[in-house]
């Protein structure tokens, strides 16, 4: 029987909590990766880390895997999870963290207006109205300067460059290849990614020479931490959570990470500004909107969720 919020077991509250506070932390691990790597070695560090440590836990499935499924989950290894570490990772060369993790939210939204546009699914006016708040939420964000001025950040493009792969990513689980189980489409599609950014890691960065810098140790230590913790770790903590209630209760992660990922942002030095605090809100009001379920609607996180 499928559990409300509200009979939700204590450990699926803890586990969801940790959830978000393993999801929250990942943006700034990326700015601690960045003290010592360039953009494209954490980028490259974090899938190729992630899927090796999930290869004892997928080797198993790869015989429920048929021919046809294997150029869908290559799209979704490079779409949903090496094209967006890449992206984070450059933008948070001029992107705070926190803000990084709020533009994150947005992810549902992206969902939504892709599953209406390209796989002809209907949305409710309340939804139309979420997209628009947290479309406005974004470009106060996208402009908000600490000189009460506005200056429009071109970094954050690409953090929702990275969100409509998501979205597209999303899709194509939910209407492509939702025959196969979520923890075997991510795990599957991120060895897959593993391959190419493990290569690329070793022949086409510095990641060798940087590695053995003085400085490089806690780097090393926070993007490892975000491969394994925080994409890896959290994978099988959000499928048990879906497990003990089910996608609806575990998708309400997507409202606490950007809090999380603020807070630890502040706590780290980081500008909090009025504006900051005021697209953050209208983000979250509008996920909250574009989530929302009707006869002829969808929600905007379908089955199978991602992580950041």
């Not at 979420?130 to 950040?153: I, K």
């Not at 690329?200 to 003085?214: A, E, K, N, R, S």
């Not at 009025?274 to 996920?287: R, S, T």
């Not at 379920?293 to 996180?301: D, L």
Request: aromatic content about 8%.
């Amino acid at each position: 029987m499928t559990q409300t919020n509200d009979s939700a077991p204590a450990q699926a509250w803890l586990l969801l909590g940790l959830l978000a506070l393993i999801w929250g932390s990942s943006f700034l691990l990326i700015k601690k990766g960045l003290i010592a790597f360039g953009p494209m070695e954490v980028g490259a560090l974090r899938i190729s880390s992630a899927g090796l440590v999930l290869l004892p836990l997928v080797a198993k499935r790869l015989n429920k895997i048929t021919p046809k499924h294997w150029a869908k989950l290559a799209s979704v290894g490079l779409v949903g999870s090496l094209g967006p570490a890449f992206m984070f990772a450059i933008a948070q060369t001029q992107i705070a963290s926190g803000i990084t993790g709020v533009l994150n939210a947005l992810t549902p939204i992206a969902t939504l207006i892709i599953g209406v546009t390209l796989f002809h699914q209907r949305a409710k006016l309340t939804q139309i109205i979420g997209v628009m708040v947290g479309l406005l939420g974004t470009l106060l964000l996208m402009t908000a300067s600490a000189d009460g001025g506005w200056h429009f950040n071109a970094y954050a493009l690409l953090i929702l460059v990275a969100t409509i792969c998501y979205g597209m990513n999303l899709n194509l689980i939910k209407h492509k290849i939702a025959d196969l189980s979520p923890l075997t489409i991510t795990g599957v599609s991120l060895l897959m990614a593993s391959v190419p950014a493990t290569i690329y890691l070793f022949t086409g960065t510095d990641f060798i020479q940087q590695v053995q810098q003085p400085n490089a140790m806690l780097s090393l230590a926070a993007v490892l931490v975000l491969g394994v913790v925080g994409t890896a770790g959290a994978l099988i903590i959000f499928n048990h959570v879906v497990q003990l209630t089910n996608t609806v209760f575990t998708s309400s992660v997507t409202y606490l990470i950007p809090i999380v990922a603020m807070l630890l942002g502040i706590f780290d030095g980081e500008v909090f500004l009025f504006q900051h605090g005021l697209g953050m809100l209208a983000i979250l009001v509008g996920v909250w909107f574009a989530n929302r379920r009707g006869r002829s609607g969808m929600a905007g996180i379908p089955k199978q969720d991602k992580q950041p």
